[in-house]
Nanobody, 123 residues
Framework: QVQLVESGGGLVQAGGSLRLSCAASGLTFRAYSMGWFRQAPGKEREFVATISYSGGTTYYLDSVKGRFTISRDNAKNTVFLQMNSLKPEDTAVYYC????????????????WGQGTQVTVSS
């Protein structure tokens, strides 16, 4: 059974930082591209970042480029999202995703999802 378990969310002031982690189990981690999506109240789920199998290729939502960094540790079956210079508009539930194929920005392309972790940025 595949499980993706996110951690690291919380409440932070604008300009602060958080590091999200996602521990994967039940799958061959290095065979999956990984992604982070987010969903704010009343809004659709939105692509944030994705990383290829080896970590050599990454893509980001334009509004987070230069502030967020996605990375992975294939030895520990974990993907990370380092979030710096956080803004109130980054407030959302953040979801970790896994795809048994190359990276994608479309939520419907992902096979597995975590339960989400809340990130709240106060102004």
């Amino acid at each position: 059974q595949v499980q993706l378990v996110e951690s690291g969310g919380g409440l932070v002031q604008a300009g602060g930082s958080l590091r999200l982690s996602c521990a994967a189990s039940g799958l061959t981690f290095r065979a999956y591209s990984m992604g982070w999506f987010r969903q704010a109240p009343g809004k659709e789920r939105e692509f944030v970042a994705t990383i290829s199998y080896s970590g050599g290729t990454t893509y980001y939502l334009d509004s987070v480029k230069g502030r967020f960094t996605i990375s992975r540790d294939n030895a520990k079956n974990t993907v990370f999202l380092q979030m710096n210079s956080l803004k109130p508009e980054d407030t959302a539930v953040y979801y970790c995703t896994a795809r048994n194929a190359p990276t994608s920005r479309r939520p419907s392309d992902y096979n597995y999802w975590g339960q989400g972790t809340q990130v709240t940025v106060s102004s």
